[in-house]
């Protein structure tokens, strides 16, 4: 017998161009989107915007676009819709009845369901299956009329990877007690999280935190010699992993946490707070950032805000822009009288112009994977691991330090 691999699920992407949105950032914001439906396995045909001051209360886009991408997807016979912006019950139940016949099911998922989905098929820990079945039930829980014609239905694929397909579960009271005790649960596994942060002694604790995908993982296996999960895709950790790590004789932790992401849902952030403690318990931030994205700058402020939300804004931090060996520099003639793009900017001018705005901050270019300046990052992490070393233990002289770094 011939097994055939199952087809791949195709998707159309939607977005609105506002205000405070141009359409050049909408653009990157559907490149991201993008990306997240290939993580869950879809394979996106095709991308609708609109220009609107505001999205429309009951179709998010205007009702002749709403009608264009509804000809679309059953002229081309699309699986799903997916959509940049959270939708509200309303939006999502009568954008059900527009694009679905009975010839033709389409799925209407929004950005939240679809970062949710792909949490629900990464996470492998009794942790962090917990944590992502009560941000589930936290979604779905307003959305309830939604889940009965998922369960009606009983088809699987992206967006339908619930916490549980029970006909008992449409039912809200049941839904909130299942919540209650996901949370109590949660609370004992955070307890117990946290004995295991107090059993590990004073010593230093170093996290590393960045945007999804910008090979915090990678880094990990090459500072702790050992062997983390990585993949290029978003989100391809979610639990966090916790390595002792000795540079010239001087231990410390070093902790993997899950990365952060634009509109990551509030219902993650409050589910997977346990998890977040790691970093806000740490004594240093290793902020790893992928100097070839294109918009680079703008995950740095996006994680930036993320550290303030969760109460992690204070730390010292190490600046660390990560594959600088797949940075791409376009070289521009001295005659060449165009506006010079990021394009033409070159590292080490990326690099002076860091060190420049972010004085009194360490920053360091490396490439993790090809390890490159990884030597330099080691020794700074020693020299700043050893400043919290000699405070915590005081007794230790400075002036015969035994854990002096050989030059």
């Known amino acids: 017998m011939i097994e055939t691999a199952p087809r791949q699920e195709t998707a159309v992407l939607v977005g609105l161009v506002t205000r405070s949105q141009s359409r050049e950032l909408l653009a990157e914001y559907l490149d991201e989107l993008s990306f997240l439906a290939e993580t869950a396995s879809a394979r996106c045909v095709a991308r609708f915007w609109q220009a609107l001051d505001h999205p429309d209360t009951r179709t998010f886009v205007g009702a002749g676009k709403a009608e264009e991408i509804r000809a679309f997807v059953h002229d081309q016979k699309v699986d799903m819709v997916i959509f940049d912006d959270e939708l509200s019950p309303s939006q999502l139940r009568n954008l059900e009845k527009l694009l679905n016949t009975e010839e033709n099911k ?39 009329t939604r889940m009965w014609t998922h369960l009606e239905r009983q088809k699987g694929g992206i967006g339908m990877r619930g916490p549980g397909e029970q006909e008992i579960e449409t039912d809200r009271r049941i839904i909130r007690d299942r919540i209650a005790r996901l949370k109590k649960e949660l609370e004992v596994i955070d307890r117990q999280k946290a004995t295991q942060r107090g059993n590990r002694g004073a010593m230093v604790r170093v996290a590393l935190v960045g945007y999804t995908n910008v090979g915090k993982s990678t880094l990990m296996n090459v500072l702790s010699k050992s062997e983390v999960f990585a993949e290029n895709k978003l989100f391809a950790t979610l639990d966090t992993t916790v390595r002792k790590v000795v540079l010239h ?38 902020h790893v950032v992928d100097i070839s994205h294109p918009h680079f700058e703008d995950h740095v402020r996006v994680v930036n805000e993320t550290l303030s939300d969760i109460g992690a804004g204070d730390k010292p931090v190490v600046l660390v822009f990560n594959k600088i060996d797949a940075y791409r520099h376009v070289h521009k003639d001295e005659d060449d009288l165009t506006p010079r793009s990021r394009e033409n900017i070159t590292l080490e001018e990326w690099r002076n112009t860091w060190m ?13 994977a090809g390890k490159q300046h990884v030597d330099e990052l080691r020794n700074l992490l020693y020299k700043r691991v050893r400043e919290i070393h000699i405070q915590r233990y005081p007794f230790i002289d400075p002036g015969h330090d035994p854990y002096q770094a050989q030059e």
Do not use: C, M, W
């Open 106 to 144: 389409v799925k209407v998922l929004d950005r939240n369901n679809l970062i949710l989905d792909i949490f629900a098929a990464r996470a492998r820990t009794a942790h962090a299956k917990t944590q992502v079945e009560l941000a589930q039930y936290e979604y779905l829980l307003p959305r309830l």
């Open 249 to 286: 004789q001087l231990p410390f932790l070093l902790t993997d946490t899950v990365g952060f992401i634009r509109k990551l849902p509030h219902q993650l952030i409050e589910s997977f707070k346990g998890t977040l403690d790691e970093v806000r318990e740490a004594d240093i931030l290793i």
């Open 356 to 368: 420049a705005r972010l004085s009194g901050q360490d920053v360091v270019f490396i490439s993790a």
